[in-house]
């Protein structure tokens, strides 16, 4: 079993429609979660980090955490063509020095 | 903002060649980090360090080594280059990884083995 799981995707959405990234991971004992953008060519960028149950908003970007059920996901809100990106979860084990991420989904957004 | 400065983006090595990639980060953060990353595997952590002269093998050491001598330096490098270790590589950096220390990438270096 994978630690971070993700949908490879692609994943497209038209213009202005809100895009649902899921992440499921495998160590209950995860403490931090972020989400890193990444365009074809380039390094990952940080997005957003959480690392309490519940949402984070951040402009046009919610992450959800749901430690009970493993599962994070990130929600981006009209979403944009310049938002067409893979993007990946990371988790951080916690106490130990080590985020392991998972395959990225592409995501393609529709003009 | 942090910067990560990976010394090359691309490289062309031949078989059995020594490769070293080197990686400098100007936050002074305690731990960096060597990743690879290959289509459908995503990104493989290589080996960390938490500190000068410390190290920690990650999930895919074997045929790598790494060294830091100095905190904002760390370098990785490739014994015997072979054609399977073709991919891009991405250094990282971050302060200790408590609650929400993210990573710093650098730019990448993409890594040819012929």
């Known amino acids: 079993q994978k630690e971070v799981e993700q949908n490879s995707g692609p994943l497209s959405v038209p213009e202005g429609a809100i895009a649902s990234l899921n992440c499921t991971y495998s160590d209950r004992g995860s403490q931090s979660f972020f989400w890193y953008r990444q365009y074809s060519g380039k390094s990952p960028e940080l997005i957003m980090f959480i690392y309490s149950n519940g949402d984070k908003e951040d402009g046009r970007f919610t992450a959800q955490l749901n430690k009970a059920s493993q599962y994070v996901s990130l929600l981006i809100r009209d979403s944009q063509p310049s938002d067409s990106a893979t993007y990946l979860c990371?988790?951080?084990?916690?106490?130990?020095?080590?985020?392991?991420f998972g395959t990225g989904t592409k995501l393609q957004v529709i003009p | 903002d942090v910067k990560v400065t990976q010394s090359s983006r691309y490289l062309v090595k031949r078989t059995g060649e020594k490769v070293f990639l080197e990686c400098v980060q100007d936050m002074d953060h305690e731990n960096m980090f060597w990743y690879r990353q290959d289509p459908g595997l995503g990104l493989r952590l290589i080996y960390f360090s938490y500190d000068v002269k410390m190290k920690e093998k990650g999930d895919i050491p074997e045929g790598y080594s790494v060294s830091r001598e100095k905190k904002e330096r760390f370098s990785l490098i490739l014994e015997s280059a072979s054609t399977n270790q073709t991919s891009m590589y991405l250094c990282?950096?971050?302060?200790?990884?408590?609650?929400?220390?993210?990573?710093?990438f650098g730019n990448g270096t993409r890594l040819t083995v012929t």
């Open positions: 990371a988790v951080n084990g916690g106490g130990y020095q080590k985020v392991t």
């Open positions: 990282a950096s971050s302060l200790p990884l408590t609650g929400n220390s993210p990573l710093h």
